[in-house]
């Protein structure tokens, strides 16, 4: 059986960092791309961003572009460092393995329970 386990969330003040870890179990992610996405209250989970299996090709949100940076360590392990954090960042974020990175939280087919974060102004 599948599990993705994010990890590192927390209260951050405005202007702050956090990196947030997913572990993948149960299988090796050869060939899979993982995404990080987040869900903040009253709306909709939104993309945040993705590394396909190579690690060569990295796409991010505009929000996000030039603040968060997403590294995979292994088949099973990704990171997200996420710096300048702002309120408008707070939200949980999800991890997700999928066929290939996409914008679309269709495309994935496992996900974590998602870690709050939570930035304070």
């Known amino acids: 059986q599948v599990h993705m386990v994010e990890s590192g969330g927390g209260l951050v003040q405005a202007g702050g960092s956090l990196r947030l870890s997913c572990v993948a179990s149960?299988?090796?992610?050869?060939?899979?791309?993982m995404g990080w996405f987040r869900q903040a209250p009253g709306k909709e989970r939104e993309f945040v961003g993705a590394?396909?299996?190579?690690?060569?090709?990295i796409y991010y949100a505009d929000s996000v572009k030039g603040r968060f940076t997403i590294s995979r360590e292994n088949a099973n392990t990704v990171y997200l460092q996420m710096n300048s954090l702002k309120p408008e960042d707070t939200a949980v974020y999800y991890c997700?393995?999928?066929?290939?990175?996409?914008?679309?939280?269709?495309?994935?087919?496992?996900w974590g329970q998602g870690t709050q974060v939570t930035v304070s102004s």
């Open positions: 590394i396909r299996w190579s690690s060569v090709s």
């Open positions: 149960g299988r090796i992610f050869n060939n899979y791309a």
């Open positions: 997700a393995a999928g066929d290939d990175v996409s914008t679309n939280s269709r495309i994935y087919d496992y």
